[in-house]
């Protein structure tokens, strides 16, 4: 069964950094890689979509990229701002969507 | 506006009773799925449903009951059969493709159990 783990946990910085944030898979069978973003008490937003014939994708600050050898996406986020701060997941669709815990961010002002 | 609602956005009951948590959408897609969140770890999945009067377990079935009788709506009933419900509960449908389209979400129920 797939297992999927997102590096760091947490992670706080101060406001106008680049940061990455991880996503790793035991399988390399990625089919649909999604990042979300999840408010407290909320449900998860879409932020980007990687199709398995795709590598990387953008939306503004956003990039998010896929390497399938190795089982690893990253999203990369450009100067940070205070209303980024959310957790971020990573999912990706096979049979069904498997769900990493998610990397949760401060972005202090 | 297309989405999906899920309502109530709270709830509380008693051990022992039954609780059916509501989920219905308008992006008339095929494809529905209920989730549980605990916090610090990811979603784990309940059951779904690929079409209308077919609905599969997920990972984590027992103790829960699904229908679908309608395209636009999939309810989740927790049973008192469910040992830990006390959970955040996510509904999310998909779009058609077997893997090209993205999972959409609802804002979630939250439910207490005591």
Redesign the interface.
């Known amino acids: 069964k797939q297992e999927v783990t997102q590096i760091p946990a947490a992670l706080s910085v101060p406001e106008g950094e680049n940061l990455v944030l991880n996503c790793s898979f035991t399988d390399s069978a990625i089919y649909n890689l999604q990042w979300f973003r999840q408010d407290p008490g909320k449900g998860l937003t879409s932020l980007l979509l990687i199709q398995s014939s795709q590598r990387e994708q953008t939306s503004g600050r956003l990039n998010a990229s896929l390497d399938k050898s190795s089982g690893r996406s990253t999203l990369y986020i450009a100067a940070s701002q205070p209303g980024d701060s959310a957790t971020y997941l990573c999912g990706n669709y096979g049979q069904n969507f498997v769900f990493g815990p998610g990397t949760r961010l401060s972005v202090l002002p | 506006d297309g989405g999906?609602t899920?309502s109530p956005k709270y709830l509380f009951r008693k051990e022992g009773q039954n609780v059916t948590l509501s989920c219905e959408q308008n992006l008339n897609h095929d494809a529905m799925?209920w989730y549980r969140q605990d916090p610090?770890?990811?979603?784990r999945?309940i059951y779904?449903s690929q079409i209308v009067n077919d609905f599969q377990k997920?990972d984590i079935a027992e103790g829960y009951s699904v229908s679908r009788e309608k395209k636009e709506s999939f309810p989740l009933t927790v049973t008192s059969a469910q040992k830990n419900p006390t959970a955040?509960y996510?509904c999310?449908t998909k779009g058609p493709g077997a893997?090209?389209?993205?999972?959409?979400?609802?804002?979630?129920t939250?439910l207490t159990v005591t």
């Open positions: 999906i899920q799925y610090g770890q990811g979603l999945l779904y997920g955040f996510l999310a893997q090209g389209s993205p999972l959409h979400f609802g804002n979630g939250r």
